[in-house]
């Protein structure tokens, strides 16, 4: 059981050059989430899927797009990278709260990504 | 609004004693509350959460959390520590039925045991 897979682990990029952030789970969870994580700033929620069909804004969604493709991938996508984007993205899947599931995340290994 | 707060960007600890890692939280309602560990170059990994009930929670790793109401607070324990438990711990808090693309992520405490 994978649980949550993402891709790539790491990527260079330069400054105006695009990328797309793959994530996958194979859980059958609904929600589906991307996070960054900045040093000494925790987590912050860049967009989420409620479920399949459905994205939402989160706290830092400006530089960034998102695609639900089904009910398991769920990618990021840098249209126009810059140097602020250099950040460890985390993809991450959960029950809906409503639906027996109490909330928890499940969070996959990490895309560390640097914009030059 | 809701907030969680770790007030302590490191902790120190020799092995085989307790350890405690902080976190207070403000939140309307009645919170959810959970506790995540990462270890270096990994993901988020889920340790336990307290929803209702008993206010002493037990998680992974031999890890337990007491939830305090009147000082909302939410502190992590163990009796005794590993130097495996060397990781970066979260604290999170979501107020009650909302959706978890609500939940609110302290910045982290860094827990170092030495051997």
């Known amino acids: 059981n994978a649980g949550v897979t993402q891709t790539p682990k790491f990527q260079v990029l330069k400054t105006g050059q695009s990328m797309t952030l793959q994530c996958a789970q194979d859980?059958?969870?609904?929600?589906m989430y991307w996070y960054r994580q900045d040093p000494g700033m925790g987590l912050r929620l860049i967009y989420y899927?409620?479920?399949?069909?459905?994205?939402d804004k989160g706290e830092v969604p400006n530089g960034y797009n998102v695609s639900r493709l089904n009910k398991r991938e769920f990618s990021l996508r840098l249209e126009s990278a810059a140097p602020s984007q250099t950040s460890v993205y985390f993809c991450?899947?959960?029950?809906?709260?409503?639906?027996?599931?109490?909330?928890?995340?499940?969070f996959g290994e990490g895309s560390r990504l640097t914009v030059l | 609004a809701q907030s969680v707060a770790q007030p302590e960007d490191q902790v120190n600890v020799a092995e085989g004693n307790p350890l405690t890692v902080k976190c207070t939280y403000s939140?309307?309602?009645?919170?959810?509350l959970f506790w995540y560990v990462q270890y270096p170059n990994r993901g988020l990994q889920f340790l336990l959460k307290?929803?209702?009930?008993?206010?002493l929670v037990k998680g992974s790793y031999g890890f337990e959390a007491e939830f305090n109401k009147s000082q909302t607070s939410f502190h992590l324990k163990k009796p005794s520590a590993l130097v495996s438990d060397s990781a970066l711990y979260f604290c999170?808090?979501?107020?009650?039925?909302?959706?978890?693309?609500?939940?609110?992520f302290g910045s982290g405490t860094r827990l170092s045991i030495r051997p």
């Open positions: 991450a899947s959960s029950e809906a709260p409503f639906e027996g599931g109490q909330g928890e995340l499940f």
């Open positions: 859980m059958n969870h609904n929600s």
């Open positions: 899927s409620a479920s399949e069909g459905t994205t």
């Open positions: 939140v309307s309602g009645n919170p959810y």
């Open positions: 307290y929803i209702t009930g008993d206010n």
């Open positions: 999170a808090v979501r107020a009650p039925y909302s959706s978890a693309s609500k939940i609110i």
